[in-house]
Antibody, heavy 115, light 112 residues
């Protein structure tokens, strides 16, 4: 059974950094396209970024609002992907979900950016 | 970016009655490989998003057959043949055809 478990959310001040983790089970993370989507309070779903499978080059892509501030990486030994967020702004406050293709989704982790 | 426009914003439905949600894309979603990649996701309160339909009309594993998807090109529809209480939530269309992937604004399904 495919499962995704996120962790790492919390409260951070504007300008700060945070790293989210998404650990997969039931599949091999390096063989999949995985990514992050967020939902700000009262808003819809917004795509954040993705990392391609190793066989497809393992490259990353980002949405314009986070490009240059967020970085997605992968640790194959831990079957985990990460979302490193820096220069956080209040507009980044959201529940962050990781996904495996668009087939499976994690439960989400809340990131609150506030002074 | 491809803009995905969903209607209606809110959809009150009587239990057991059908429901229909429309999604229109600003550009054709036909990929160079000939497939059309349009998905529907269900987002129930307190739950993660759940894939219902992929490639316009293919139900994902475990999705009840009361959910169906139709459409082509730029116009797509999600239908629920008989709404059940557990169907309450927000439904999103999504296109991964062209970078970046984009979502519709969501349709909130609620019981009258």
């Amino acid at each position: 059974e495919v499962q995704l478990v996120e962790s790492g959310g919390g409260l951070v001040k504007p300008g700060g950094s945070l790293r989210l983790s998404c650990t997969g089970s039931g599949f091999t993370v390096s063989n999949a396209w995985m990514g992050w989507v967020r939902q700000a309070p009262g808003k819809g779903l917004e795509w954040v970024g993705r990392i391609k499978s190793k066989i497809d080059g393992g490259t990353t892509d980002y949405a314009a609002p986070v490009k240059g501030r967020f970085t997605i990486s992968r640790d194959d030994s831990k079957n985990t992907i990460y979302l490193q967020m820096s220069s956080l702004q209040t507009e980044d406050t959201a529940v962050y979900y990781c996904y495996y293709y668009s087939d499976y989704w994690g439960q989400g982790t809340l990131v609150t950016v506030s002074s | 970016d491809i803009v995905m426009t969903q209607t209606p914003l809110s959809l009150p439905v009587t239990l057991g009655q059908p429901a229909s949600i429309s999604c229109r894309s600003s550009q054709s979603l036909v990929h160079s490989d000939g497939n059309t990649y349009l998905s529907w996701l269900q987002h129930r309160p307190g739950q993660p998003p759940r894939l219902l339909i992929y490639r316009i009309s293919h139900r994902f594993s475990g999705v009840p057959d009361r959910f169906s998807g139709t459409g082509a090109g730029t116009d797509f529809t999600l239908k629920i043949s008989r709404v059940e209480a557990e169907d309450v939530g927000v439904y999103y269309c999504m296109q991964p055809t062209q970078f970046p992937p984009t979502f519709g604004g969501g349709t909130k399904v609620e019981i009258k």
